[in-house]
């Protein structure tokens, strides 16, 4: 009910996750479980120039949850930034790609530029849980006064345990947006 994740127990409303903490954003949609086929569609898609598979993800993101994301009101699509370093290896950001086709897709306008990442962090494959949530202290910040946005789709590859999104939603926020919503290609299993 509050990140997507597909919920070992039916019975309940929240999983182990989101029954512990509380989120920066409202809620949150993935379109698959991080496992084998996906994992290694996205470490393409990331990091062997796969660019193209960002259309294909757009496509199914707007096929399942256009719906959704009309009911939220959505005025604008953000995506996670990379900092500028890791952006000037890589040589793309990924979830921007995935953005800007979904936008496209469902005619949101997409804004790379309001969210930056002034911290270059620790990849957080390689943390845990509070190191995730310390490692994403204050990385984001907001390039603009965006009082005048009430709903933000922010928009990322991987959900494990929402902290990122957690950081991009609260410096959102904090700057004035009503709420934030997220989307990503994939997420955890509720274990």
């Known amino acids: 009910m509050k990140c997507g994740k597909p919920l070992s127990d039916e019975r309940n409303e929240y999983c182990m996750d989101c029954s512990r903490k509380k989120h920066a954003f409202i809620q949150g949609k993935a379109l698959w479980v991080y496992e084998k086929g996906v994992r290694e569609s996205i470490y393409r898609f990331k990091y062997r120039d796969r660019r193209e598979y960002a259309g294909v993800y757009a496509r199914e993101l707007a096929a399942r949850y256009a719906g959704w994301i009309k009911s939220c009101g959505i005025e604008v699509i953000v995506p996670v ?17 995935l953005a800007k086709e979904l ?18 962090t620790k990849p957080q494959k390689t943390l845990n849980d509070t190191e995730r949530k310390n490692n994403l202290k204050e990385a984001f910040k907001t390039t603009q006064n965006i009082v005048q946005l009430n709903h933000i789709l922010v928009v990322d590859d991987i959900y494990t345990t929402g902290s990122t999104l957690d950081a991009a939603a609260e410096a959102l926020t904090d700057a004035g947006a009503n709420g934030v919503y997220t989307c990503c290609i994939s997420i955890g299993s509720d274990s």
Not at 82 to 97: F, P
Not at 103 to 120: H, Q
């Open 81 to 97: 930034p990379l900092h500028k370093k890791r952006k000037r290896r890589r040589g793309y950001n990924q979830a921007q790609l």
């Open 103 to 120: 936008g496209k897709l469902l005619a949101i306008p997409v804004d790379t530029g309001l969210l930056v990442r002034v911290r270059d």
